[in-house]
């Protein structure tokens, strides 16, 4: 497995903070101002990155009513037809090198995921530096041989894969002679319930693949992103938008501002606490062990006199003989009189 990969210049691997992503998705509300405010809002939160979707309806899917074309019931979107929720989802590809341009100003990355050839050639002409392929398209292998042809860091969603679909679309990405690859737990749950989750299948995914974990969540809150980081994802994508009451196709998944810079410190104090796998005393503890037990004399005693456990005890501070002795010393005679509240040394002893 790489070690590390770059998006643009910013290195992702081990050593390196969790790279966090904002998905904006369909929360602009095809308001180009909503749009930049969302780039703003996802910089002033802590993201690396913000992510669009580019595609049109008619690119993704058909204008038809037929059944195959309605959502289902049971999702945000029943009763409509896919057609009509791409056409309030999709992100106008004109707005979209002057959001890449807005986010660069700021600071952060911003990248795509491309549902045709076209966008993956409309990406590399603005050369975002990224390829995400949506979970739903990991089963579209010619879309990911073209896109992996870019040369550029290709990022998986697994939300509705099989390992035979993961392992079909990382061949391919690989046969085109790219190995920098990004593989995303993912639930295609909107919103994910916590216990469809399954968090600990992430090192399994990690060593099948052999490739960098990360995780696109679509569950309600930061508890989740949070806790992957403690598996080893090295990128966290959720959806951004400024207030989920606004509405929208994602708007009821997505978080709030204020939510998603709480989960960013959350990320961040997090792998402050994860440190190293090597056990190590920090200076702080090594300074504290100096109130460990040992053992003192805890009546006067004198020359010849022996140890016992009434005239020896093991007590705090940790500046007398190990408590691993206290049974050698029993019996033994002191070497001097001694006072009460002498830390015990060999030399004391005879």
């Known amino acids: 497995m790489k070690k590390e990969l770059y998006l643009g210049?910013?290195?992702?691997?081990?050593?390196?903070?969790?790279?966090?992503?904002?998905?904006?998705?369909?929360?602009?509300?095809?308001?180009?101002?909503?749009?930049?405010?969302?780039?703003?809002?996802?910089?002033?939160?802590?993201?690396?990155?913000?992510?669009l979707q580019t595609f049109t309806p008619d690119s993704i899917t058909l204008d038809s009513d037929a059944a195959p074309f309605q959502n289902a019931d049971t999702t945000l979107w029943a009763g409509t037809t896919l057609y009509q929720l791409y056409q309030q989802a999709y992100t106008p590809w004109e707005w979209q090198p002057k959001l890449m341009e807005e986010a660069k100003k700021l600071g952060i990355l911003c990248f795509s995921s491309p549902f045709d050839f076209n966008a993956v050639d409309f990406m590399a002409q603005m050369d975002m530096p990224a390829y995400k392929i949506a979970s739903y398209e990991i089963t579209d292998i010619p879309l990911i041989r073209k896109a992996a042809r870019q040369r550029k860091p290709m990022i998986f969603a697994t939300g509705i894969a099989k390992l035979e679909d993961i392992e079909r679309a990382l061949s391919a990405c690989r046969e085109e002679g790219n190995e920098d690859v990004i593989l995303l737990k993912c639930v295609s749950g909107y919103p994910t319930p916590f216990e469809d989750v399954n968090l600990r299948v992430i090192p399994t995914l990690e060593h099948t693949f052999d490739c960098m974990m990360g995780l696109s969540d679509h569950t309600m809150g930061w508890a989740v992103a949070t806790g992957a980081v403690a598996f080893g994802v090295k990128m966290i994508e959720k959806h951004l938008t400024l207030r989920r009451s606004d509405g929208g196709p994602d708007g009821a998944f997505s978080m709030e501002p204020e939510e998603f810079k709480a989960m960013v410190q959350n990320v961040r104090t997090l792998e402050k606490a994860l440190g190293a796998s090597r056990y190590r005393l920090t200076e702080v503890q090594m300074q504290e062990r100096k109130d460990a037990r040992s053992l003192f004399v805890v009546e006067d005693i004198q020359e010849g006199e022996p140890f016992t456990a009434q005239n020896v005890r093991s007590i705090r501070p940790g500046c007398g003989l190990h408590t691993m002795y206290y049974e050698e010393i029993l019996g033994r005679t002191a070497a001097c009189p001694i006072r009460k509240g002498t830390p015990l040394s060999w030399n004391l002893v005879r």
């Open 9 to 51: 210049d910013r290195r992702i691997g081990d050593g390196s903070p969790t790279f966090i992503v904002a998905e904006m998705s369909a929360n602009h509300l095809q308001d180009y101002d909503r749009a930049l405010r969302i780039v703003h809002a996802a910089k002033e939160a802590g993201a690396d990155a913000v992510k």
